[in-house]
T-cell receptor, first 114, second 116 residues
Framework: GENVEQHPSTLSVQEGDSAVIKCTYS??????FPWYKQELGKRPQLIID?????GEKKDQRIAVTLNKTAKHFSLHITETQPEDSAVYFC?????????????FGTGTRLTIIP | GAVVSQHPSWVICKSGTSVKIECRSL??????MFWYRQFPKQSLMLMAT?????????EQGVEKDKFLINHASLTLSTLTVTSAHPEDSSFYIC????????????FGSGTRLTVV
């Protein structure tokens, strides 16, 4: 089955600087890669996603890049703000009915230092 | 947008008793429901996947007789933790998806289970 590795496990960044979180996946059939932000005791919140037919996607301060050949994808947050502090999870799945199974990475605790 | 309502949000039960957690899709048909467990400071681990009207498929290491999943309708799935023990204390969260994946993976708000 799919295995998703995520690094780093913790990340502290000065407010205004950029943060980068990296993930690798094992199943070359995976074609959907979402990123979630989770605050303590809350549900994961989708912040951005990318499909395998796209190499990069950006939404304001957040961007995701995908390298299918190397099977890795990254989350980039620019101009970080204190409210960006949370745990971030990458995930991978095969987006096809009957075969979907969202596998999560191990998570990154991001702390923005004011 | 798509919403999944999960209840209860928290529950405390005694060892040996059973607890039922419900997830309802409010404005879409949850063809597939995923059930996750999350221990403190850890990732979400998939327990099982169920398609409406079919038996659930459990991940390796998850006891199907202990974690009973029912997905009898397109809007309701339940997870029953039977004969709960303290080690079952965790955050349980469901995620629903319609056949076309129209709304991606829609998560419930989670249930904090504490077994005493």
């Amino acid at each position: 089955g799919e295995n998703v590795e995520q690094h780093p496990s913790t990340l502290s960044v000065q407010e205004g600087d950029s943060a980068v979180i990296k993930c690798t996946y094992s199943d070359s059939a995976s074609n959907y890669f979402p990123w979630y932000k989770q605050e303590l005791g809350k549900r994961p919140q989708l912040i951005i996603d990318i499909r395998s037919n796209v190499g990069e996607k950006k939404d304001q301060r957040i961007a995701v890049t995908l390298n299918k050949t190397a099977k890795h994808f990254s989350l980039h947050i620019t101009e970080t703000q204190p409210e960006d502090s949370a745990v971030y999870f990458c995930a991978a799945s095969i987006s096809h009915f009957g075969n979907e199974k969202l596998t999560f990475g191990t998570g990154t605790r991001l702390t923005i230092i004011p | 947008g798509a919403v999944v309502s999960q209840h209860p949000s928290w529950v405390i039960c005694k060892s040996g008793t059973s607890v039922k957690i419900e997830c309802r899709s409010l404005d879409f048909q949850a063809t597939t429901m995923f059930w996750y467990r999350q221990f403190p400071k850890q990732s979400l681990m998939l327990m099982a996947t169920s398609n409406e009207g079919s038996k659930a498929t459990y991940e390796q290491g998850v006891e199907k007789d202990k974690f009973l999943i029912n997905h009898a309708s397109l809007t309701l799935s339940t997870l029953t933790v039977t004969s709960a023990h303290p080690e079952d204390s965790s955050f349980y969260i469901c995620s629903a998806r319609d056949r076309q994946g129209s709304y991606g993976y829609t998560f419930g708000s989670g249930t904090r289970l504490t077994v005493v």
